[in-house]
């Protein structure tokens, strides 16, 4: 079992920006991908970024590439989001979630574990 806790989101004004955390525990070596969705009320979670545990495969949705950036500290075994240049439909619940391929999880198929969610509210 993997454990994901998230932290950093809170509400900004467009443009501003904010730091996700994702801090994992347990059995971490079961999981060569990190990530983040997110999802806004009513509509479907979207996957966001993942980065795979070597740091060498990174993936960003078309919506975020350029204003935001997925990084690693394995030795914290914590995934960070920073997000720049928000805007107010990267308003959502963020997400952190592990599994054992990024090509999997970008191709739609579920994350093994998922974090509670931080709630990111961006003002226009």
């Known amino acids: 079992q993997v454990q994901l806790v998230e932290s950093g989101g809170g509400s900004v004004q467009a443009g501003g920006s904010l730091r996700l955390s994702c801090a994992a525990s347990?059995?971490?070596?079961?999981?060569?991908?990190m990530g983040w969705f997110r999802q806004a009320p009513g509509k479907e979670r979207e996957l966001v970024a993942v980065?795979?545990?070597?740091?060498?495969?990174?993936y960003y949705a078309d919506s975020v590439k350029g204003r935001f950036t997925i990084s690693q500290n394995n030795a914290k075994n914590t995934v960070y989001l920073q997000m720049n240049s928000l805007k107010p439909e990267d308003a959502s619940m963020y997400y952190c979630a592990a599994g054992q391929s990024c090509f999997a999880m970008v191709a739609g198929n579920g994350p093994n574990y998922w974090g509670q969610g931080t709630q990111v509210s961006v003002s226009s």
């Open positions: 347990g059995d971490t070596y079961s999981s060569s991908c």
């Open positions: 980065m795979g545990s070597t740091g060498r495969l990174t």
